[in-house]
């Protein structure tokens, strides 16, 4: 019972990390562009051509695309770190190993999904950022010491904090 309880708080710990992770640049990102994007619209689409319009269309289409499985992922991410620090706290080795490759193929789809959504960007700043995105993210889950410096649920929020900064590209474009 205490070590369910140990994986069960370990869990929910991760995963508030990644949800923190998340609000500071994904979720906090969308309503502040939200915000301004709606009293801006009006200015700029007058102002500019309708291509520039079809543009920006596009780039909240792809931002909000990428922000969708950030958030997605980083929870479920996160809950996968919290159940690895639990298994490891348990002294449950195998399971722990096991939490760790879904960590892992958490990011590498994450990975994916953000590189087919720099494919639809029209503006290449926007492709640039999450291509990079995509590959800070990738490099995350080919790195052998990001996860195995996990060794309790205190060593989660390094490995979220890395995950964060990977997407800091995207908060320069995704407003």
Known sequence: MRRLAVCSLAALAAAALALAGCDSGGAGTPTAAGASAGAQSPDTSAAQPSSDASVTANTRQVCDRI???VATNANAFGSDLGTLAGHL???NQAAAATARADAINRLKALAVQVRVAAGLAQDPAVQAAARDAAGQIEALANDPAALTSIKSAGDVAAVI???T???????K???
């Open 67 to 69: 922000n969708q499985a």
């Open 89 to 91: 706290a348990g002294n």
């Open 161 to 163: 904090e890395r995950l």
């Open 165 to 171: 900064r990977a997407t800091d590209a995207m908060n």
């Open 173 to 175: 474009v995704c407003v």
